[in-house]
């Protein structure tokens, strides 16, 4: 893909990662799936995407910055070809994507890649695909590919992360991420919680937003902040348990697994005490990339270069 091509009518997205503030897994689906309860949280670490009309029937995608695999098994690639047979569109697009999240660390990287692709499309062809439609084609690439239609920065997630409800966000809080050398395959950690919990035959967690009122500080996600994940993931994967300890000792809010991992993150009340928990905990734990960033109210909106098409 030239860069002569994204010229007049390109839209220009920030795809952001998310962190899941808690993450409850219920039980199982009918579907197989497993029915969760999270509180997802936009973060300002963001690929970049650009799309525009090719006005042939080309589709064509560019990745930067990161080895993704084939194209075909992109999930942005993919989320043009569900728009295309849900919408009836036959014109194609041009896409290039600017990899900056991390791959299989928990941070819904590729989802988010989806999701700022159907925006994008939606914006090129409006009105061809409803609403509800963009949920359905974005439920249909991934559990936590809805969330990033967004606009909320901030939803509880049910059902397998696909049912969501927007909750008011919560004040501006410096995160720092623990990027540990390990690459979590979610199937396989469900399949490993499962097997704890099939050995220890406890009772399933219940859902807590059922009970208690949603957050409405800092403090009170810190009182509800748990991953179900952290326990199988740490122990298989020994650089995260690091990670998460080294996090843990600069004294955050709180500190926790990001969806099946690798990702940790603890959460500073402000941006100075991210930067020197940040320096500290990558003594602590050289293994591991650590890095600040803070969380987003909403996600980012499209920008258009030149006139829209
Ligand atoms: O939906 P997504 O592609 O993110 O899911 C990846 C895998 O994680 C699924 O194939 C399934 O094995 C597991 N999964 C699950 N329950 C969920 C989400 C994912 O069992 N709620």
């Known amino acids: 893909m030239t860069e002569g091509h994204a010229t007049a009518g390109t839209l220009e997205l920030r795809a952001p990662a998310k962190v899941n503030l808690t993450l409850r897994i219920l039980g199982r689906l009918p579907s197989g799936f497993h029915e969760l309860e999270t509180l997802f949280q936009a973060i300002d670490l963001c690929d970049d995407l650009r799309v525009w009309r090719t006005g042939d029937s080309e589709v064509s995608l560019h990745v930067v910055g990161a080895d993704v695999g084939p194209t075909e098994d992109n999930l942005v690639y993919r989320a043009v070809q569900a728009f295309r047979r849900r919408s009836g569109v036959r014109e194609g697009v041009g896409l290039e994507l600017t990899k900056r999240i991390p791959a299989g660390g928990g941070l819904g990287g590729g989802s988010s890649d989806a999701g700022a692709t159907l925006r994008a499309l939606d914006a090129l062809f409006p009105g061809r695909v409803s609403r509800d439609g963009l949920h359905d084609l974005a439920a249909g690439l991934g559990s936590d590919v809805p969330f990033f239609i967004g606009p909320e920065g901030l939803k509880v997630g049910r059902g397998r992360g696909e049912l969501l409800r927007a909750i008011a966000p919560l004040p501006t809080a410096h995160l720092v991420l623990g990027l540990p050398p390990v690459h979590v395959a979610t199937g396989p950690a469900f399949g490993a919680l499962a097997r704890t919990r099939a050995e220890r035959r406890g009772p399933l967690p219940r859902p807590l937003f059922e009970e208690r009122p949603l957050p409405t500080t800092w403090a009170e996600v810190a009182a509800v902040a748990?991953?179900?994940?952290?326990?199988?993931?740490?122990?298989?994967?020994?650089?995260?348990?690091?990670?998460?300890a080294a996090l843990r000792a600069t004294d955050p809010l709180f500190a926790l697994l990001s969806g099946s991992g690798g990702t940790v993150f603890g959460v500073y009340p402000d941006a100075g005490a991210a930067e020197v928990a940040r320096g500290e905990a990558a003594?602590?734990?050289?293994?591991?990339?650590?890095e600040c960033v803070a969380t987003?109210?909403?996600?980012?909106?499209?920008?258009?270069?030149g006139p829209r098409p």
């Not at 748990?226 to 998460?244: G, I, Q, R």
């Open 226 to 244: 748990v991953n179900d994940f952290e326990e199988p993931v740490s122990a298989a994967h020994p650089e995260v348990a690091l990670a998460l």
């Open 283 to 290: 003594r602590r734990c050289p293994s591991a990339r650590f």
């Open 296 to 305: 987003l109210s909403t996600l980012p909106g499209l920008n258009a270069r």
